[in-house]
């Protein structure tokens, strides 16, 4: 967890989807720990639960955690509504749920192409433009929407997701330039090779195959979800206040 403190962080709303594993709920305990007023949105119910309550343990305020699946935008509308009623308007949205499934490009359908696009992009650019009019009444806002490595170096077996995560850059640029004059600021984050939970159980079972990818790093050591984290919490405060439409890797330099 980041040793930086940053003060303006204190209080304010900050929105995360897909918090409740992984690198989101770095996340949710990296921005509860600068005593923000977190509300992290999920499909996963009881690890939500479960993290609001650690959470609330570590930090003495719980977070909000509302169940939610974003590929009803319905729901997500409906949940990012319950947000602002119980704790104000919007200073910070993290656009971080997502699902790296591998394809073979001749195998897939349009369900499926559909499906990639909801769970990768669609919520991405509705929970944007939800928030949007409360960082206008708050006078601005920071918006960090998580990228990937996958479409920068090409990555072979996923071509929907590196699709959709290039697409987020480009709706990252397209937004903060038309919302730079409201101080709203969007930027994102493309991370390289975080072994979460879930990456090592589903991708990197052997050891072997992270020790050969972090050989391509400049950087040895391995990118954490905090790694992670730290960059969403500067990109959030005022420390970066005249940083948008950029997209930072975080990823020890993979070649
Ligand atoms: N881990 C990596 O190596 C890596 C690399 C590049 C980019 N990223 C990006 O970083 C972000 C976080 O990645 P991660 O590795 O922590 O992912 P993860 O799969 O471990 O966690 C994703 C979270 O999103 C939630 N989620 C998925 N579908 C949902 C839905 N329909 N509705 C609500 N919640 C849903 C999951 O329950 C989970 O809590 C993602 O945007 C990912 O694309 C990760």
Request: charged content about 20%; hydrophobic content about 50%; some cysteine.
């Given at each position: 967890?980041?040793?930086?403190?940053?003060?303006?962080?204190?209080?304010?709303?900050?929105?995360?989807?897909?918090?409740?594993?992984?690198?989101?709920?770095?996340?949710?305990?990296?921005?509860?720990?600068?005593?923000?007023?977190?509300?992290?949105?999920?499909?996963?119910?009881?690890?939500?639960?479960?993290?609001?309550?650690?959470?609330?343990?570590?930090?003495?305020?719980?977070?909000?955690?509302?169940?939610?699946?974003?590929?009803?935008?319905?729901?997500?509308?409906?949940?990012?509504?319950?947000?602002?009623?119980?704790?104000?308007?919007?200073?910070?949205?993290?656009?971080?749920?997502a699902?790296d499934?591998?394809q073979?490009l001749?195998?897939v359908?349009?369900?499926e192409f559909d499906?990639m696009i909801g769970v990768n992009l669609k919520?991405?650019?509705?929970?944007?433009?939800?928030?949007?009019?409360?960082?206008?009444?708050?006078?601005?806002?920071?918006?960090?929407?998580?990228s990937s490595?996958a479409w920068i170096?090409g990555a072979p077996?996923l071509p929907v997701y590196a699709a959709a995560k290039a697409a987020i850059v480009g709706f990252?640029?397209?937004?903060?330039?038309?919302?730079?004059?409201?101080?709203?600021?969007?930027?994102?984050?493309?991370?390289?090779?975080?072994?979460?939970?879930?990456?090592?159980?589903?991708?990197?079972?052997?050891?072997?195959?992270?020790?050969?990818?972090?050989?391509?790093?400049?950087?040895?050591?391995?990118?954490?979800?905090?790694?992670?984290?730290?960059?969403?919490?500067?990109?959030?405060?005022?420390?970066?206040?005249?940083?948008?439409?950029?997209?930072?890797?975080?990823?020890?330099?993979?070649?």
């Amino acid at each position: 967890m980041t040793k930086t403190s940053y003060a303006d962080l204190a209080d304010r709303v900050v929105l995360i989807t897909g918090g409740a594993s992984g690198i989101g709920a770095a996340l949710v305990r990296a921005f509860a720990s600068q005593r923000s007023r977190v509300a992290f949105l999920d499909i996963d119910t009881p690890a939500g639960e479960a993290l609001a309550h650690e959470v609330a343990k570590t930090s003495g305020t719980a977070p909000l955690f509302v169940p939610c699946d974003l590929l009803d935008i319905d729901a997500l509308r409906a949940a990012l509504a319950k947000v602002q009623g119980s704790l104000g308007d919007a200073a910070v949205l993290v656009n971080n749920a997502a699902n790296d499934q591998r394809q073979v490009l001749s195998d897939v359908t349009p369900a499926e192409f559909d499906w990639m696009i909801g769970v990768n992009l669609k919520h991405v650019f509705f929970a944007a433009q939800a928030v949007v009019p409360q960082m206008q009444a708050r006078g601005g806002g920071s918006i960090v929407n998580m990228s990937s490595v996958a479409w920068i170096r090409g990555a072979p077996a996923l071509p929907v997701y590196a699709a959709a995560k290039a697409a987020i850059v480009g709706f990252t640029n397209s937004l903060g330039r038309r919302f730079g004059a409201d101080r709203i600021r969007v930027n994102a984050i493309a991370p390289g090779m975080v072994i979460t939970e879930r990456q090592r159980k589903l991708w990197y079972p052997d050891e072997r195959q992270i020790a050969e990818m972090r050989t391509r790093q400049a950087i040895p050591d391995a990118v954490t979800p905090d790694d992670i984290a730290d960059m969403a919490l500067y990109l959030a405060s005022d420390a970066s206040r005249r940083i948008t439409c950029q997209c930072f890797r975080v990823d020890g330099g993979l070649a």
